[in-house]
Antibody, heavy 124, light 107 residues
Framework: EVQVLESGGGLVQPGGSLRLSCAAS????????MSWVRQAPRKGLEWVSG????????HYADSAKGRFTVSRDNSKNTLYLQMNSLRAEDTAVYYC?????????????????WGQGTLVTVSS | SYDLTQPLSVSVALGQTATITCGGS??????VQWYQQKPGQAPVLVIY???NRPSGIPERFSGSNSGNTATLTIGRAQAGDEADYYC??????????FGGGTKLTVL
């Protein structure tokens, strides 16, 4: 059974940093691209960042460029999102999501598995 | 950047057919996904590549895509179909793009 489980969320002050993790199981992790998608309170879904199965290619939304870094450790079946210079508008539930292809967007079939999300609150 | 436009809300009578649209420039040339999200839950993929249903999704859910509009159709709407629905495409310049979401109410 495919499972993805996020962790690492919490309360952080503006300008602070946080690292999210996503532990995956039930599939060959290194064969699939993974993404982070967030949802601000009472708002819609926003894609944040994605990474290829090998980890060699990364993609970012404009809102994340220069502040967030996506990475993965295929030996640990874990996806990460390092978030720096956090702002109030980064407050959201952050979801980890799996794609069907090995490159971000390559299969164009969307995200077939999602975690339950981890809440990040940026506030003083 | 590429933008997707959805109506904020759609209402449907119990047992009738609901249609939710997703507008985008030449969206008919892209592959469209649809997600269902119920309160407090993660999104669930209900349609991929315009018309395909993942395993476990009822046949009542169908999709189409042409021109500047993609459509999610939910037949014989049930109370359990009440949720937010999001369309999504891959754009080579913008990467993954989501529509703003549509709240479906079953009356």
């Amino acid at each position: 059974e495919v499972q993805v489980l996020e962790s690492g969320g919490g309360l952080v002050q503006p300008g602070g940093s946080l690292r999210l993790s996503c532990a995956a199981s039930g599939f060959t992790f290194s064969s699939y691209a993974m993404s982070w998608v967030r949802q601000a309170p009472r708002k819609g879904l926003e894609w944040v960042s994605g990474i290829s199965g090998s980890g060699g290619r990364t993609h970012y939304a404009d809102s994340a460029k220069g502040r967030f870094t996506v990475s993965r450790d295929n030996s640990k079946n874990t996806l990460y999102l390092q978030m720096n210079s956090l702002r109030a508008e980064d407050t959201a539930v952050y979801y980890c999501a799996k794609e069907e292809g090995s490159l971000v967007g390559s299969a164009e079939t969307g995200f077939d598995y999602w975690g339950q999300g981890t809440l990040v609150t940026v506030s003083s | 950047s590429y933008d997707l436009t959805q109506p904020l809300s759609v209402s449907v009578a119990l047992g009738q057919t609901a249609t939710i649209t997703c507008g985008g420039s030449n969206i008919g040339n892209k592959n469209v996904q649809w997600y269902q999200q119920k309160p407090g839950q993660a999104p669930v993929l209900v349609i991929y590549r315009d018309t395909n249903r993942p395993s476990g999704i009822p046949e009542r859910f169908s999709g189409s895509n042409s021109g500047n509009t993609a459509t999610l159709t939910i037949g014989r709407a049930q109370a359990g179909d009440e949720a937010d629905y999001y369309c999504q495409v891959w754009d080579s310049s913008t990467a993954w793009v989501f529509g703003g979401g549509t709240k479906l109410t079953v009356l």
